[in-house]
């Protein structure tokens, strides 16, 4: 079965960087769409960014462009998320995600979630 684990999480003062891993495994998908969403204070989790196996095409969100870049290593189905210049705002749970086929950027676009890892800014 499919099984996303995150990991790269923690505390950072504002202005640092964390660097965030997903490892995916159990993937029976041709191409498939990887991603980052975030979840802070019980509101909707929101599209940070996704990554495209065929090809390696990009979406990030406004407020990631010029500070977080996403890239992938498909032999080992992981996908990276590097966080520059963070900002307490960014301070939110992050979820990896899965979906067979091309990109979408919702939450409900999504097949399969990893538990998360806690990012906080302060």
């Known amino acids: 079965h499919v099984q996303l684990v995150e990991s790269g999480g923690g505390l950072v003062q504002p202005g640092g960087s964390l660097r965030l891993s997903c490892v995916g495994s159990?993937?029976?998908?041709?191409?498939?769409?990887m991603g980052w969403f975030s979840q802070a204070g019980g509101k909707e989790r929101q599209g940070v960014a996704v990554?495209?196996?065929?090809?390696?095409?990009?979406y990030l969100s406004e407020s990631a462009k010029g500070r977080f870049e996403i890239s992938q290593d498909i032999a080992k189905n992981t996908i990276y998320l590097q966080m520059n210049n963070l900002k307490p705002e960014d301070s939110a749970v992050y979820f990896c995600?899965?979906?067979?086929?091309?990109?979408?950027?919702?939450?409900?676009?999504?097949?399969?979630w990893g538990q998360g890892t806690q990012v906080t800014v302060s």
């Open positions: 995600s899965v979906r067979e086929g091309g990109c979408r950027n919702s939450e409900d676009e999504q097949d399969y």
């Open positions: 159990g993937f029976t998908f041709g191409r498939y769409c």
């Open positions: 990554i495209y196996s065929g090809g390696g095409s990009k």
